[in-house]
């Protein structure tokens, strides 16, 4: 069974189970989505829309929040100087992975309106035994100062935990460096830190435990960056491919 749906001023032809990217909803990675506007329905019986079908709902988990490829805007007027302008821009999608195409119900099921920047046609679902959602109160100044306080009591114990990498170096063994920048998000100025930080080869990073990430994140400033962008196992593959 498959459906034809619209979204983002775009139409679809999905089939459970199939993964596609559509314009950014206002959802989060692991959340369900509903698109209730059907144009048509096809399998044993081919149904159309008109213009769309009662009842006929697709519902999809949201995989992840994401970028499309770079598109490169060139103007140049000839007539004005011969100006030139060069833009570049990644629309952003919404990752989606189809769940269950629904022939009918889908008007009946609970569900709440989100606030879709792709699709007005988007709904989060909600389990209609669900209990309804406390309302959200704004924090008072005591309870701020709560969090400020437990914020501020539990950052020296981050940074007790953080330890100085021990197989740091004064200069690059034989003179001659690692290219640091083949690392995913180390460009020429974060190479230029590690290196003030005493570290020039990949084996370096490979070696790096849970605390020497958290010491090399705050003298990096990067917070996260290692783990993020999996700097432990790019190293450690580049390190093997030396030996």
């Known amino acids: 069974m498959f459906a034809v749906l619209k979204t983002g001023g775009k139409q679809y032809k999905v089939s459970s189970g199939d993964t596609l990217r559509v314009e950014k909803l206002a959802a989060d990675a692991g959340e369900t989505v509903q698109f209730n506007e059907i144009l048509m329905l096809g399998g044993d019986e081919t149904v159309v829309g008109a213009p769309l079908v009662d009842g006929a709902a697709v519902q999809a988990e949201v995989v992840d929040q994401i970028k499309g490829d770079k598109v490169i805007h060139f103007v140049r ?26 022939a009918s119900g889908g008007d009946a099921t609970g569900v709440k309106a989100a606030v879709g920047a792709g699709s007005v046609a988007a709904v989060a679902v909600v389990a209609a035994a669900a209990p309804k959602p406390a309302k959200k109160v704004a924090p008072t100044a005591e309870k701020k100062a709560e969090a400020k ?20 170096l004064t200069e690059a063994r034989d003179g001659k460096p690692d290219d640091l920048k083949k690392i995913s998000g180390v460009g020429p100025k974060l190479e230029e830190k590690l290196h003030a930080n005493g570290i020039f080869h990949f084996d370096q990073i490979a070696a790096w435990a849970p605390a020497e990430v958290a010491f090399m994140d705050d003298q990096l400033s990067f917070k996260g960056r290692i783990d993020r962008d999996n700097w432990i196992e790019q190293a450690t593959a580049f390190a093997a491919e030396q030996e």
Do not use: F, M, W, Y
């Open 149 to 168: 306080a437990e914020a501020s009591a539990a950052a020296p114990a981050a940074e007790v935990e953080a330890s100085k990498p021990a197989n740091l």
């Open 77 to 102: 007027r000839r007539r004005k100087h011969s100006s030139k302008r060069t833009k570049g821009h990644r629309q952003q999608l919404t990752l989606l992975r189809v769940t269950d195409i629904l």
